[in-house]
Each structure stands twice: as structure tokens, then as C-alpha cells.
């Protein structure tokens, strides 16, 4: 995989977890008004083969 290629992987990765961190209501809907918003951490650990 050539660093171009990599580097769109990783940029459309991050922008799809960058989403669901954002969400203050993941996998809640904000039709509930009790519902507390929950700080997300994701961790994303790319295999060693996947950056060759």
C-alpha cells in the first residue's frame, strides 16, 4: 500500500470514529430527555501488515 493510499484509509477512518465521538447520544436517541450524554474514547490500532 503506497502512502497516498494509507493515508485516505486513515483519514476516512478517523472521520467515521470522529463522528460517533461527537454524538453525545450514541446508541441512544435524543428523544429521551433523561438520557445523560457519555464521553467516547476510541482507540484504533492498525495491524502491522495493514501498513505495508
Known amino acids: 500500500m503506497n502512502l497516498l493510499a494509507y493515508t ?3 483519514y476516512e477512518k478517523i472521520n467515521a470514529y470522529d463522528k460517533i ?3 453525545p ?3 441512544k436517541g435524543p428523544a429521551n430527555p433523561f438520557y445523560q450524554p457519555k ?3 476510541i482507540i ?3 495491524k502491522k ?3 505495508n
Open 44 to 46: 484504533w490500532v492498525d
Open 8 to 10: 485516505k484509509k486513515l
Open 21 to 23: 465521538a461527537k454524538n
Open 49 to 51: 501488515d495493514d501498513c
Open 25 to 27: 447520544y450514541v446508541d
Open 39 to 41: 464521553n467516547v474514547t
